[in-house]
């Protein structure tokens, strides 16, 4: 008979209330913080913070829109994570997977599902280096992801400025710093709302983009845990060593692992990008979608079914920051977010703590 | 004359934050905990330090005593690095955190912070703190007649006291690490802990001073990457954090090369910031944006170096592995 496991030893139940006990941490944080730098707007930043996302079906749809991309950067780096790897360079690798959508919408006027995959092409070549380097040459894959972000945002930059067919001001506006609109230059490169956007009060936001990012994050759970490639990557992160000996290819998984991350970011870039909503502005600093994918890998506990809410959350109270200004900028969204991995960091740590409470209680049941 | 007078001084005004904060780098990694939290401690260490100076401008005592003033501003930013770097040290060592993730946990927090107390006391959206322009040492600090010759610019073009006490933290760390007890015992915890803690040293207290120093170096970095900018302070030091590190690594974790190497980065970094001045630059017709080009170049070249150090490096043994008596 299958005895179900005492409450105490359900990794995953912990697992999910040390992410909870993290959040609840850095909202308490965030909101001690705004009432200490402005007492008289703390309340109503606090609760724009907290309620802006659900407040109209539009707002929800630009949840759903902007937890698209988050949700495939932290499954990006969640990937990474199970082989042993840490992934900042998501940022890069989204960056490049949306240069790489754009030129296939306005250069070569393809249509959004080609967009798509040209936008994997791109985060995988820019996931190549990381885990190249790393297994031949035995440099540090979180050197290499940083300088390859600024390499890329550069890069990119440089690109844009000399494909004069892929800048606004070739279809009809007058900027010239920021890519086409879609509208414009290529409809057919616009992912479809597929009614959705009549479901959600005719958001601009909504498409089909969500729904898509969760299928991918479905296919990653079945890589990782239902097949034997999976099974070598977890290998490889658990212990390098042993792995090797038992006859597995180390630095091969090490550089597979980083392509599929890179494209899983890459996709996220043309998701992003590909809705028509948003141009790519020529940029002066790096993207943060691709760091915020880390939080949203460290609250799923690098789980790619956990991801799927993570990155609801993140995204939910980031369109809560942005209606928190002017009264309190933005990046006290990114306070509570650092409060948050920083929590993660040490996470073993209050998974223990949460185990022994757990179990304490259940000791105390018994003798009562 | 005078171009290749002020690219000298550039170089060495950029080198002096990234040698710094790849020295802090140094001492931190040499105990044993990968300091990835420079960006953000560099970041912290300018913003109390500009508001410092920017105290100093309104209450007078600035353009009095600019010296004494600045002086002041770098034990402000030194400070608070050291205190920013607490939280790191904390959970790295008390905690045995993951240090990679915490790091990144401070490099998310500090920007994010630096721009919610610069609105909190400038107002909604101002974002940028003024440097005062006093702070800068000319030829009438020493009581020189101004001038405009190859000297001139060379020396006071862009001085400030950052510079000296940078060369004067070079020596410490220097002696310090290979002329000391301390140094001995820094190095060992970062090497072998276990061994270390095996003949009675105390490998926690060691790993936290050598955070703490990082803290110090860092911060005073950020003021000066900040002073070297020149356009006041923004909530951001540009990524010099990440590439200290590279310095570091590139300098293979030694003071004498980490100097050698920020030099070198900081001329890439000088040829990438002012490339339309410099007349024997290639001219490139025809490509637009060229400025992306020579930004691009510090990184491109910093990849290129560490590929070819990277399979000798020199790397404390026991970086990133949180200390467990158990072990022992």
Same mark, same amino acid.
């Given at each position: 008979?299958?005895?179900?496991k005492p $409450?105490?030893?359900?990794?995953?139940?912990?697992?999910?209330?040390?992410?909870?006990?993290?959040?609840? !941490?850095?909202? !308490?944080?965030?909101?001690?913080?705004?009432?200490?730098?402005?007492?008289?707007?703390?309340?109503?930043?606090?609760?724009?913070?907290?309620?802006?996302?659900i407040s109209?079906?539009?707002?929800?749809?630009? @949840?759903?829109y902007?937890?698209?991309?988050?949700?495939?950067?932290?499954?990006? @780096?969640?990937?990474?994570?199970?082989?042993?790897?840490?992934?900042?360079?998501?940022?890069?690798?989204?960056?490049?997977?949306?240069?790489?959508?754009? @030129?296939?919408?306005?250069?070569?006027?393809?249509?959004?599902?080609?967009?798509?995959?040209?936008?994997?092409?791109?985060?995988?070549?820019?996931?190549?280096?990381p885990?190249?380097?790393?297994? $031949?040459?035995?440099? =540090?894959? @979180?050197?290499?992801?940083?300088?390859?972000?600024?390499?890329?945002?550069? $890069?990119?930059?440089?690109?844009?400025?000399?494909?004069?067919?892929?800048?606004?001001?070739?279809?009809?506006?007058?900027?010239?710093?920021?890519?086409?609109?879609?509208?414009?230059? =290529?409809?057919?490169?616009?992912i479809?709302?597929?009614?959705?956007?009549?479901?959600?009060?005719?958001?601009?936001?909504?498409?089909?983009?969500?729904?898509?990012?969760?299928l991918?994050?479905?296919?990653?759970?079945?890589?990782?845990?239902?097949?034997?490639?999976?099974?070598?990557?977890?290998?490889?992160?658990?212990?390098?060593?042993?792995s090797?000996?038992?006859?597995?290819?180390?630095?091969?998984?090490?550089?597979?692992?980083?392509?599929?991350?890179?494209?899983?970011?890459?996709?996220?870039?043309?998701?992003?990008?590909?809705?028509?909503?948003?141009?790519? !502005?020529?940029? /002066?600093?790096? $993207?943060?979608?691709?760091?915020?994918?880390?939080?949203?890998?460290?609250?799923?506990?690098? =789980?790619?079914?956990?991801?799927?809410?993570?990155?609801?959350?993140?995204?939910?109270?980031?369109?809560?920051?942005?209606?928190?200004?002017?009264?309190?900028?933005?990046?006290?969204?990114?306070?509570?977010?650092?409060?948050?991995?920083?929590?993660?960091?040490?996470?073993?740590?209050?998974?223990?703590i949460?185990?022994?409470?757990?179990?304490? =209680? /259940?000791? /105390?049941?018994?003798?009562? | 004359?005078?171009?290749?007078?002020?690219?000298?001084?550039?170089?060495?005004?950029?080198?002096?934050?990234?040698?710094?904060?790849?020295?802090?780098?140094?001492?931190?990694?040499?105990?044993?905990?990968?300091?990835?939290?420079?960006?953000?401690?560099?970041?912290i260490? *300018?913003?109390?330090?500009c508001?410092?100076?920017?105290?100093?401008?309104?209450?007078?005592?600035?353009?009095?005593?600019?010296?004494?003033a600045?002086?002041?501003a770098i034990?402000?930013?030194?400070?608070?690095?050291?205190? #920013?770097?607490?939280?790191?040290?904390f959970?790295? +060592?008390?905690?045995?955190?993951?240090?990679?993730?915490?790091?990144?946990?401070?490099?998310?927090?500090?920007?994010?912070?630096?721009?919610?107390?610069?609105?909190?006391?400038?107002?909604?959206?101002?974002?940028?703190?003024?440097? %005062?322009?006093?702070?800068?040492?000319?030829?009438?600090? #020493?009581?020189?007649?101004?001038?405009?010759? #190859?000297?001139?610019?060379?020396?006071?073009?862009?001085?400030?006291?950052?510079?000296?006490?940078?060369?004067?933290?070079? #020596?410490?760390?220097?002696?310090?690490m290979?002329?000391?007890?301390?140094?001995?015992r820094?190095?060992?915890?970062?090497?072998? %802990?276990?061994?270390?803690?095996?003949?009675?040293?105390?490998?926690?207290?060691?790993?936290?001073?050598?955070?703490?120093?990082?803290?110090?170096?860092?911060? +005073?970095?950020?003021?000066?990457?900040?002073? *070297?900018?020149?356009?006041?302070?923004?909530?951001?030091?540009?990524?010099?954090?990440?590439?200290?590190?590279?310095?570091?690594?590139?300098?293979?974790?030694?003071?004498?090369?980490?100097?050698?190497?920020?030099?070198?980065?900081?001329?890439?970094?000088?040829?990438? *910031?002012?490339?339309s001045?410099?007349?024997?630059?290639?001219?490139?017709?025809?490509?637009?944006?060229?400025?992306?080009?020579?930004?691009?170049?510090?990184?491109?070249?910093?990849?290129?170096?560490?590929?070819?150090?990277?399979?000798?490096?020199?790397?404390?043994?026991?970086?990133?592995?949180?200390?467990?008596?158990?072990?022992?």
């Open positions: 008979m299958k005895q179900k $409450l105490a030893e359900n990794g995953m139940l912990i697992a999910i209330l040390s992410s909870v006990l993290s959040i609840i !941490v850095g909202l !308490v944080f965030g909101a001690i913080l705004l009432l200490i730098l402005n007492p008289a707007k703390a309340g109503i930043g606090i609760s724009a913070m907290l309620t802006t996302g109209s079906l539009d707002q929800f749809g630009k @949840v759903l902007q937890s698209a991309p988050l949700m495939l950067c932290g499954l990006s @780096v969640g990937f990474a994570f199970k082989t042993g790897l840490f992934n900042i360079g998501a940022s890069g690798q989204y960056t490049m997977g949306a240069f790489f959508a754009l @030129v296939g919408a306005i250069q070569f006027q393809l249509p959004w599902f080609l967009c798509l995959l040209m936008a994997c092409i791109g985060g995988a070549i820019w996931g190549i280096f885990g190249l380097f790393k297994a $031949l040459f035995n440099v =540090n894959e @979180v050197i290499t992801s940083i300088m390859f972000n600024w390499i890329c945002m550069f $890069l990119v930059n440089l690109l844009f400025a000399n494909m004069p067919t892929m800048l606004a001001s070739a279809w009809g506006a007058s900027n010239s710093d920021r890519s086409a609109a879609l509208a414009k230059a =290529n409809p057919g490169a616009i479809p709302k597929a009614g959705l956007d009549k479901l959600f009060g005719n958001s601009s936001w909504i498409n089909i983009s969500f729904f898509i990012a969760i991918v994050a479905i296919l990653v759970w079945f890589i990782l845990n239902k097949t034997t490639f999976g099974y070598e990557l977890k290998a490889c992160g658990l212990n390098k060593d042993a090797i000996y038992a006859g597995i290819n180390a630095n091969r998984n090490i550089v597979l692992s980083m392509i599929i991350a890179g494209a899983l970011s890459g996709l996220g870039g043309g998701l992003y990008y590909l809705a028509g909503t948003i141009q790519y !502005v020529m940029e /002066k600093s790096i $993207l943060s979608m691709g760091f915020n994918g880390i939080p949203v890998a460290l609250l799923a506990n690098s =789980n790619p079914i956990g991801t799927i809410f993570s990155s609801l959350f993140i995204s939910y109270i980031q369109v809560g920051g942005s209606a928190m200004q002017p009264n309190f900028s933005s990046e006290s969204i990114d306070i509570i977010i650092a409060v948050i991995i920083y929590l993660a960091a040490f996470s073993l740590l209050i998974r223990g949460l185990t022994k409470i757990l179990s304490g =209680n /259940k000791k /105390k049941e018994v003798k009562a | 004359m005078n171009i290749l007078a002020n690219i000298i001084s550039l170089t060495i005004v950029f080198a002096v934050p990234l040698m710094l904060v790849a020295l802090g780098g140094m001492y931190s990694e040499h105990s044993g905990v990968i300091n990835l939290a420079l960006e953000g401690i560099m970041v260490g *300018a913003l109390c330090a508001f410092t100076l920017q105290g100093f401008d309104r209450s007078g005592f600035g353009p009095a005593h600019p010296q004494l600045m002086l002041c034990l402000v930013a030194g400070l608070s690095g050291m205190v #920013f770097s607490l939280l790191l040290a959970a790295a +060592i008390n905690l045995k955190a993951d240090q990679t993730i915490g790091g990144t946990a401070l490099n998310t927090f500090a920007p994010a912070f630096a721009v919610v107390v610069t609105w909190a006391v400038q107002g909604q959206g101002l974002t940028t703190i003024q440097i %005062p322009n006093w702070i800068r040492i000319t030829q009438a600090t #020493f009581g020189l007649p101004a001038g405009n010759g #190859f000297l001139d610019s060379l020396i006071f073009k862009y001085f400030y006291l950052t510079t000296p006490i940078a060369v004067l933290l070079f #020596f410490v760390a220097w002696i310090l290979y002329r000391t007890r301390f140094g001995l820094l190095r060992a915890c970062g090497e072998h %802990p276990q061994a270390a803690d095996s003949v009675g040293i105390n490998v926690y207290k060691m790993r936290y001073s050598g955070v703490l120093i990082s803290g110090f170096l860092g911060g +005073i970095g950020g003021l000066a990457y900040t002073i *070297a900018v020149g356009s006041g302070f923004n909530a951001s030091v540009g990524g010099y954090g990440f590439l200290a590190l590279a310095v570091m690594i590139f300098g293979n974790w030694k003071p004498v090369q980490i100097l050698g190497a920020s030099i070198f980065f900081a001329l890439f970094k000088v040829i990438a *910031a002012y490339n001045s410099i007349p024997f630059l290639p001219k490139l017709e025809g490509l637009k944006d060229k400025s992306s080009l020579y930004q691009m170049l510090p990184y491109v070249v910093t990849m290129i170096v560490l590929v070819f150090t990277s399979k000798h490096s020199q790397a404390p043994k026991a970086e990133g592995i949180p200390y467990d008596k158990g072990t022992r």
